[in-house]
Antibody, heavy 121, light 107 residues
Framework: EVQLVESEGGVVRPGGSLRLSCAASGFTFDDYGMSWVRQVPGKGLEWVSGINWNGGSTGYADSVKGRFTISRDNAKNSLYLQMNSLRAEDTALYHC??????????????WGKGTTVTVSS | EIVLTQSPGTLSLSPGERATLSCRASQTVSITYLAWYQQKPGQAPRFLIY???SRATGIPDRFSGSGSGTDFTLTISRLEPEDFAVYYCQQYGTSLTFGGGTKVEIK
């Protein structure tokens, strides 16, 4: 079964850091680009960051550029999001999602259930 | 950035009725790079449509997509009880952006 499972999120103080992980299974991980998409409770979807199949190209939303870093370890079938200088407005449910192509800027055909990140003092 | 505006915000319909959802882009979406997703409460988004009109594997044919340029439509020909959900459009022609969603609720 094709599956994406995000690690547990957490509660972090403003200015703090957190690293999210996403474990992929059921498909050849390094054939696909990957993205993180977030969702504020009761609101819509916002693309956060993406990475192509070999990590050679990455992209970020303006709202997180310079604070978040996406990476992947194809040997471990894992995707990561390092989040620094967190703000209250980063509070959301973070989904890991697979691109339908080796590059990230395409539609997303497989999604994880998401992990909650709360930034609060 | 291409901004996607979905309308209406909420659509109240009965099972068996036809649903027509609109997604309008602030600029032309290149090569009809427009996708649709369905999301139910507490679940991950489910991929429905790509290339504006091509159904994903396993998606029933009561779901259809159309449009080009800046105006796109998702149509559900006859609503089944499991179709009541929130629907999002996404463009992937210039970076990645999502619309704000349309909730299809039971009337």
């Amino acid at each position: 079964e094709v599956q994406l499972v995000e690690s547990e999120g957490g509660v972090v103080r403003p200015g703090g850091s957190l690293r999210l992980s996403c474990a992929a299974s059921g498909f050849t991980f390094d054939d696909y680009g990957m993205s993180w998409v977030r969702q504020v409770p009761g609101k819509g979807l916002e693309w956060v960051s993406g990475i192509n199949w070999n990590g050679g190209s990455t992209g970020y939303a303006d709202s997180v550029k310079g604070r978040f870093t996406i990476s992947r370890d194809n040997a471990k079938n894992s995707l990561y999001l390092q989040m620094n200088s967190l703000r209250a407005e980063d509070t959301a449910l973070y989904h890991c999602a697979r691109s339908a192509k080796p590059y990230y800027d395409y539609y997303m055909d497989v999604w994880g259930k998401g992990t909650t990140v709360t930034v609060s003092s | 950035e291409i901004v996607l505006t979905q309308s209406p915000g909420t659509l109240s319909l009965s099972p068996g009725e036809r649903a027509t959802l609109s997604c309008r882009a602030s600029q032309t979406v290149s090569i009809t790079y427009l996708a649709w997703y369905q999301q139910k409460p507490g679940q991950a988004p489910r991929f429905l449509i790509y290339g504006a009109s091509s159904r994903a594997t396993g998606i029933p044919d009561r779901f259809s997509g159309s449009g080009s340029g800046t105006d796109f439509t998702l149509t559900i020909s006859r609503l089944e009880p499991e179709d009541f959900a929130v629907y999002y459009c996404q463009q992937y022609g210039t970076s990645l952006t999502f619309g704000g969603g349309t909730k299809v609720e039971i009337k």
